[in-house]
């Protein structure tokens, strides 16, 4: 069954920093995307960023990045430089290839404080 | 201007009312979703749409019905409603190539509608 786990739910660091927040998933699909999202105080949620399993280097996105670590079915997110307004609950997601469902599976998200 | 319209932004009904969820997207993306994030659980899907057609329903309950009368139109009817109903409806759409699928596109989420039953 298709699982993604997000263990961190909150975590706080000082401006101009580097953070990282965990994801992992399950999958028995091959082929599988996954994303990084944020939702913000307001409740508006961003798509950020998204690595495609058959891609063997991380993508980055402005201040965003992610560690895909394949074997271990993990999928970070780091942002580096961060900043007062980068405060947020960040969700993990991801979609498979071939399991017909068009769905994105949701973490539980991680609550990133970024303090001055 | 907001690329996804959702509307009403909060919305209060009494159990065993019904109520339409309203979603309008202007990025020119063919398939919509309907997603729910209530206080006890992440965000879960509800159901997608391609070119007006249902593409796959992960609801259970039979009160809860997309209705889509134009390809930019995904309303969320929801009958009966309960208080357990009560949560943020999020209505997101994204540009899927044909021909195969393996280049997902990433979903683009509107702003949500705060449903609320007492």
């Known amino acids: 069954a298709q699982k993604v786990t997000q263990t961190q739910t909150s975590i706080s660091v000082m401006e101009k920093t580097t953070v990282t927040m965990d994801c992992v998933y399950e999958t028995q699909d091959s082929s599988y995307f996954l994303f990084w999202y944020k939702q913000t105080a307001s409740g508006e949620i961003v798509f950020l960023i998204r690595q495609d399993s058959y891609k063997k280097e991380n993508a980055t996105v402005g201040h965003y990045s992610l560690n895909f670590q394949k074997p271990k079915s993990s999928i970070g997110l780091i942002i580096t430089a961060t900043q007062i307004e980068d405060s947020a609950v960040y969700f993990c997601?991801?979609?498979?290839?071939?399991?017909?469902?068009?769905?994105?599976?949701f973490g539980s998200g991680t609550q990133l404080t970024v303090m001055p | 201007d907001p690329k996804i319209i959702q509307k009403p932004k909060y919305l209060v009904a009494v159990t065993g009312s019904e109520k339409i969820l309203i979603c309008e997207q202007y990025l020119g993306h063919n398939a919509m979703y309907w997603y729910r994030q209530s206080a006890k659980k992440p965000l879960e899907f509800m159901f997608s749409y391609s070119y007006q057609k249902l593409m796959d329903n992960q609801t259970a309950s039979s009160r809860f019905q997309p209705q889509s009368s134009k390809k930019n139109h995904l309303d969320l009817q929801i009958t009966a409603l309960k208080p357990d109903d009560s949560a943020t409806y999020f209505c997101?759409?994204?540009?899927?190539?044909?021909?195969?699928?393996?280049?997902?596109?990433?979903?683009?989420f509107g702003p949500g509608t705060r449903l609320t039953v007492l």
């Open positions: 997101a759409s994204s540009q899927e190539k044909t021909g195969g699928p393996y280049n997902y596109a990433e979903q683009f």
């Open positions: 997601a991801m979609r498979e290839a071939s399991s017909g469902s068009w769905q994105l599976i």
